[in-house]
Structure formats: structure tokens, C-alpha cells
């Protein structure tokens, strides 16, 4: 071999193990600056930028339906306009208008429709499940802003969405006698949560997930309004799964109702033609609206509306009418629901007529008639009779009557009661949303809350919550009455009736 062609392949190996030598720092150094750039997919409306934060990909403030303000508020939903350059969803959006501090009365705006993707990868073959997180706040308060994606996205790999939607008097304030474009006012919230749905239905699986499976999740009023999905035919086929914890068709109003709820507020700002309300100003209407609810006890004064149009008569007989789908459903109360209203109303510990009426309207005999039963069987002692009662009437038969009718119309069900101490109104959410690297459990809360969200989980995933620690959760039927006892020592009982006061309307609060 000549010395030019000796030289030539030196050169050559040397190149070669150069190359293998910082290749991988090569690879690392790209690498780097791919994840430290901001994520970027395309939605139907154009393409939206993100963050990478823990183990997910995290897009806030998503516009998923065109603002409802100026001459659109109290209307319909519409779809978004295109925007033509990368929309920036790294921080939260602004919170639908609500009741805020004594300082500052008006907390978030009119602009507030927007909603929150967590997602631990974008391939569009991921197929991943989808949860939609629907808050509560009586439906007149709180965001999606408000609950933490990652608890489901991170260790779980369920594309985790959380909405907002429009509340109180932007909502759910009646104005169907205003003509057409008010037809639906009553349902606005309602109609938000089914455009956020059809949003998902569209986009979702530009985000990993499977929009054939997705399961809509809420609690409290993010409970009640979830379940008007299931009486409302436009929600049909956007959803597979359904999980509503303390909440179920009781805040579905009469239209009488809700146009005495607005008498109210118009009573507070001193108006006589509903047409005024059209043009007041936003901070003008939450005052009113505050006004008018008077703390917890206008927990069910607004919400959806049976207005002939999204929602017809009955949900129940809605349901029954329907059949069997084959949507999923896991529904159920918890033991000391009404310790939490209680507190926030003191009247409730020792309720007479006054208080009760102020809760459920003309509905109040009934509680009150069980109330005063429920004295001799405690004893005289009120508080405990009270907190019995109105846990019962303010929740747990409306979770029982809805296990019942949706297990009569032979749809996959599967019930709860949830007892782990405290025990109270939302106290199984910091479970729910397992999140060791955010909250503090306890040695004995640890076990507990990993396998409570491991039922979350599967239910999510499966369409059943399945086997966890060999301890089976099987469906609820009118044969088997089979719920789930969420406690230390989980098991699956048989209960051969739920409480229900047939003479109680469906509605949990009524005026005429």
C-alpha cells in the first residue's frame, strides 16, 4: 500500500472514531434543545404552543368556543374563528365571571371559555384515554384551572381535560321568553360543556388520545351538570364513560323556577323588563347574583333548565324512555355530605321551617317532615338527625334514584358510598386525584388513596373499575344492589334500598 493511501485511511478511521466518540454528546446536546422548545400541535382552529412541565405536555387556555360577551352573551355557543399564527396557551385563561372577595366582588370575566389539556405524549397513534373534568362551585363558582391534570397524565397516561364553562346568571338565567336568540339561555352552561365535548371529539387526538373513549368526570355541581348530559340528545355519542360523584339530575329546574330565580335578581337591581338585563354591566349582575344566593343555601338555585328545547320534561322518564346505550356510569354520594353546608350555614344544626324553605324551596315539608322522624330515632340530637337528613335530601337520594333508573334501563352501572373519615361534601377529591409529589398523605392515607385512584383509573381506561388489592367491584343491578364501600377496608355490599321520599320532585329546589 502506498504511503498516500496509508494517510487517506488513517485519516478516515480517525474521522470515523471521531464521530462515534461525540455522537452521543451530539445526540444529548439535540435532545436538549428539542425538550427545552416549547410544544406545539394544531387544533382546529390553528396551531396552539404549550410547556413541558413534570412528565406531560400542558396546554392552558385553550378558546374552545367563540366568547360569549357584548351582543353574544346569555347566547348559544359558536364555534371559534381561526387564528392565523401560533396561539400562545402556556398560562391559564381568565375564569368565567363569579362572586368574588368583599375587596374585589367580580372574580374573572365574561371571556372565561376555555379549557386545559394535559397530555404525556402527541403522537397521534397513542390512542390514549381521555378524562373531562368538570369543576363544581354551585354552578356559580370555581374553573378548570382549578384541579391538577398531572395527577391523571403523568403516572396514568389518560389525556386529562379541564373546562370552564359560563355560570350563574350567564348560564343558567332563563330569558326563553325574550325571543329566539335567548331560546336556550337557561342551558348555556349546559350547552358550553357539550361544545367543550364536540371540541374534544374534534381535536383530542392531536393530543394522544382516543376520542372514542372519553370520560366525562365532575363533582358536586360538576356532578349535576354532567348528568344533564344524559337527558340532553345533542351529547350523544361524545362521550363513552361518566363519573359523577354527589351529584345527579336535582339541579335540572322548571322553567317556572328558574324565571322566579331571575325575578329575584331583578328584584336586587331594581328592574321590572328582563330585556334590561341584557346590557348591565358585569359587575352589576354577579353583585345581584351574590345577593340573591345568600351564601351556601343557593347551592341549587341555578342550573340547567327543562325548556322543551335541549332538555325535555322529565330526565328520568328521559332515561327510561331511552334504554340501554352503551355509555358507562359510576355514580355515588358520600356518607356526611351535608357536615360542609352545615358549617357554612349554622342554621342547619338546628333547622326549622325558615332555613329548610330557604334550601329547597317548596319542597321544604318533606325535609322537614323526616327531620323532625329522625329526632326520636336520635334522640333529640338534633345535629346528628340534621346531618342524616339533609345529607339524604340533599344528595344521597338523588345518587340512589339515578343508580336505579339508569340499572332499570339496563345500562353498565356501578355504584358507591363513600365513608373514609371525614367523609364530607368533596372529601374524596384529594384521593381522587392521587398526587404524592403535591399533597401530603399520611402512612394511612397513602394505601387508601392509591387504590381508590386505581378504581378512577380503570373505570376510565376499561369502562370498569375492575380488581384492585383482589377485591372486586362488580356492577350495580336491580338484582345484585351491589355498592362499593369506599373505606379503610374497602368491600362490596348489598343494599337492598337507597332513601327516597317519592313524594320529593326530582328537583331539589322549587319555587312557584
Given at each position: 500500500?502506498?504511503?498516500?493511501?496509508?494517510k487517506k485511511l488513517l485519516l478516515?478511521?480517525?474521522?470515523?472514531?471521531?464521530?462515534?466518540?461525540?455522537?452521543?454528546?451530539?445526540?444529548?446536546?439535540?435532545?436538549?434543545?428539542?425538550?427545552?422548545?416549547?410544544?406545539?400541535?394544531?387544533?382546529?382552529?390553528?396551531?396552539?404552543?404549550?410547556?413541558?412541565?413534570?412528565?406531560?405536555?400542558?396546554?392552558?387556555?385553550?378558546?374552545?368556543?367563540?366568547?360569549?360577551?357584548?351582543?353574544?352573551?346569555?347566547?348559544?355557543?359558536?364555534?371559534?374563528?381561526?387564528?392565523?399564527?401560533?396561539?400562545?396557551?402556556?398560562?391559564?385563561?381568565?375564569?368565567?365571571?363569579?362572586?368574588?372577595?368583599?375587596?374585589?366582588?367580580?372574580?374573572?370575566?365574561?371571556?372565561?371559555?376555555?379549557?386545559?389539556?394535559?397530555?404525556?405524549?402527541?403522537?397521534?397513534?397513542?390512542?390514549?384515554?381521555?378524562?373531562?373534568?368538570?369543576?363544581?362551585?354551585?354552578?356559580?363558582?370555581?374553573?378548570?384551572?382549578?384541579?391538577?391534570?398531572?395527577?391523571?397524565?403523568?403516572?396514568?397516561?389518560?389525556?386529562?381535560?379541564?373546562?370552564n364553562y359560563r355560570l350563574g346568571?350567564?348560564?343558567?338565567?332563563?330569558?326563553?321568553?325574550?325571543?329566539?336568540?335567548?331560546?336556550?339561555?337557561?342551558?348555556?352552561?349546559?350547552?358550553?360543556?357539550?361544545?367543550?365535548?364536540?371540541?374534544?371529539?374534534?381535536?383530542?387526538?392531536?393530543?394522544?388520545?382516543?376520542?372514542?373513549?372519553?370520560?366525562?368526570?365532575?363533582?358536586?355541581?360538576?356532578?349535576?351538570?354532567?348528568?344533564?348530559?344524559?337527558?340532553?340528545?345533542?351529547?350523544?355519542?361524545?362521550?363513552?364513560?361518566?363519573?359523577?360523584?354527589?351529584?345527579?339530575?336535582?339541579?335540572?329546574?322548571?322553567?317556572?323556577?328558574?324565571?322566579?330565580?331571575?325575578?329575584?335578581?331583578?328584584?336586587?337591581?331594581?328592574?321590572?323588563?328582563?330585556?334590561?338585563?341584557?346590557?348591565?354591566?358585569?359587575?352589576?349582575?354577579?353583585?345581584?347574583?351574590?345577593?340573591?344566593?345568600?351564601?351556601?343555601?343557593?347551592?341549587?338555585?341555578?342550573?340547567?333548565?327543562?325548556?322543551?328545547?335541549?332538555?325535555?320534561?322529565?330526565?328520568?322518564?328521559?332515561?327510561?324512555?331511552?334504554?340501554?346505550?352503551?355509555?358507562?356510569?359510576?355514580?355515588?354520594?358520600?356518607?356526611?355530605?351535608?357536615?360542609?353546608?352545615?358549617?357554612?350555614?349554622?342554621?342547619?344544626?338546628?333547622?326549622?321551617?325558615?332555613?329548610?324553605?330557604?334550601?329547597?324551596?317548596?319542597?321544604?315539608?318533606?325535609?322537614?317532615?323526616?327531620?323532625?322522624?329522625?329526632?326520636?330515632?336520635?334522640?333529640?340530637?338534633?345535629?346528628?338527625?340534621?346531618?342524616?337528613?339533609?345529607?339524604?335530601?340533599?344528595?344521597?337520594?338523588?345518587?340512589?334514584?339515578?343508580?336505579?333508573?339508569?340499572?332499570?334501563?339496563s345500562r353498565s352501572t356501578w355504584?358507591?358510598?363513600?365513608?373514609?373519615?371525614?367523609?364530607?361534601?368533596?372529601?374524596?377529591?384529594?384521593?381522587?386525584?392521587?398526587?404524592?409529589?403535591?399533597?401530603?398523605?399520611?402512612?394511612?392515607?397513602?394505601?387508601?388513596?392509591?387504590?381508590?385512584?386505581?378504581?378512577?383509573?380503570?373505570?376510565?381506561?376499561?369502562?370498569?373499575?375492575?380488581?384492585?388489592?383482589?377485591?372486586?367491584?362488580?356492577?350495580?343491578?336491580?338484582?345484585?344492589?351491589?355498592?362499593?364501600?369506599?373505606?379503610?377496608?374497602?368491600?362490596?355490599?348489598?343494599?337492598?334500598?337507597?332513601?327516597?321520599?317519592?313524594?320529593?320532585?326530582?328537583?331539589?329546589?322549587?319555587?312557584?
Open positions: 500500500m502506498s504511503l498516500a493511501k496509508k478516515i478511521i480517525a474521522t470515523s472514531l471521531l464521530f462515534a466518540i461525540t455522537r452521543p454528546y451530539a445526540w444529548g446536546q439535540s435532545r436538549q434543545k428539542t425538550n427545552a422548545q416549547a410544544p406545539v400541535t394544531k387544533t382546529d382552529n390553528g396551531y396552539i404552543k404549550g410547556i413541558r412541565a413534570q412528565n406531560s405536555f400542558v396546554f392552558k387556555g385553550i378558546p374552545y368556543e367563540a366568547p360569549r360577551t357584548g351582543q353574544f352573551r346569555f347566547m348559544a355557543p359558536a364555534r371559534h374563528k381561526d387564528w392565523p399564527d401560533t396561539l400562545n396557551c402556556q398560562q391559564f385563561g381568565s375564569v368565567s365571571a363569579q362572586p368574588g372577595s368583599k375587596e374585589h366582588p367580580l372574580h374573572g370575566s365574561e371571556d372565561g371559555l376555555f379549557l386545559n389539556v394535559y397530555t404525556p405524549s402527541l403522537s397521534h397513534k397513542a390512542k390514549m384515554p381521555v378524562l373531562v373534568w368538570v369543576h363544581g362551585g354551585s354552578m356559580v363558582g370555581g374553573s378548570g384551572n382549578g384541579e391538577n391534570g398531572h395527577a391523571f397524565a403523568d403516572r396514568d397516561s389518560i389525556v386529562t381535560v379541564t373546562i346568571v350567564f348560564g343558567f338565567m332563563y330569558l326563553g321568553d325574550l325571543g329566539p336568540a335567548y331560546k336556550t339561555s337557561g342551558n348555556n352552561g349546559l350547552l358550553d360543556l357539550i361544545q367543550a365535548l364536540k371540541w374534544v371529539k374534534a381535536n383530542i387526538k392531536r393530543f394522544g388520545g382516543d376520542p372514542g373513549r372519553v370520560t366525562v368526570m365532575g363533582e358536586s355541581a360538576g356532578a349535576k351538570l354532567s348528568s344533564a348530559l344524559i337527558a340532553a340528545p345533542k351529547a350523544k355519542g361524545l362521550f363513552s364513560g361518566m363519573i359523577l360523584e354527589s351529584g345527579g339530575f336535582q339541579c335540572i329546574r322548571d322553567t317556572m323556577t328558574a324565571k322566579l330565580i331571575r325575578k329575584r335578581v331583578m328584584d336586587r337591581l331594581g328592574i321590572e323588563d328582563p330585556r334590561d338585563l341584557l346590557d348591565l354591566p358585569t359587575q352589576k349582575l354577579i353583585a345581584a347574583e351574590a345577593a340573591v344566593l345568600g351564601g351556601a343555601k343557593g347551592t341549587n338555585y341555578f342550573g340547567p333548565v327543562m325548556d322543551g328545547i335541549i332538555l325535555n320534561n322529565s330526565p328520568y322518564a328521559y332515561v327510561s324512555k331511552e334504554g340501554r346505550n352503551m355509555v358507562r356510569y359510576m355514580v355515588g354520594s358520600n356518607e356526611n355530605e351535608s357536615k360542609i353546608f352545615m358549617d357554612m350555614d349554622r342554621r342547619l344544626y338546628h333547622p326549622d321551617s325558615t332555613v329548610i324553605s330557604d334550601w329547597f324551596g317548596i319542597n321544604y315539608p318533606y325535609c322537614l317532615s323526616d327531620y323532625k322522624t329522625a329526632l326520636q330515632q336520635y334522640k333529640d340530637k338534633d345535629t346528628l338527625a340534621a346531618a342524616s337528613v339533609l345529607s339524604q335530601y340533599m344528595y344521597q337520594m338523588h345518587t340512589g334514584r339515578l343508580a336505579d333508573t339508569l340499572a332499570a334501563a355504584v358507591y358510598r363513600y365513608q373514609y373519615p371525614p367523609a364530607n361534601h368533596g372529601s374524596e377529591l384529594r384521593y381522587v386525584w392521587y398526587a404524592p409529589e403535591k399533597v401530603k398523605y399520611t402512612a394511612e392515607e397513602t394505601p387508601f388513596a392509591q387504590a381508590l385512584h386505581r378504581y378512577w383509573v380503570q373505570f376510565i381506561r376499561d369502562g370498569r373499575p375492575g380488581i384492585v388489592n383482589n377485591i372486586n367491584w362488580g356492577p350495580y343491578t336491580l338484582q345484585s344492589q351491589s355498592v362499593m364501600m369506599l373505606k379503610a377496608n374497602f368491600c362490596l355490599q348489598k343494599i337492598k334500598k337507597f332513601f327516597n321520599n317519592p313524594h320529593q320532585p326530582s328537583a331539589c329546589f322549587l319555587l312557584r
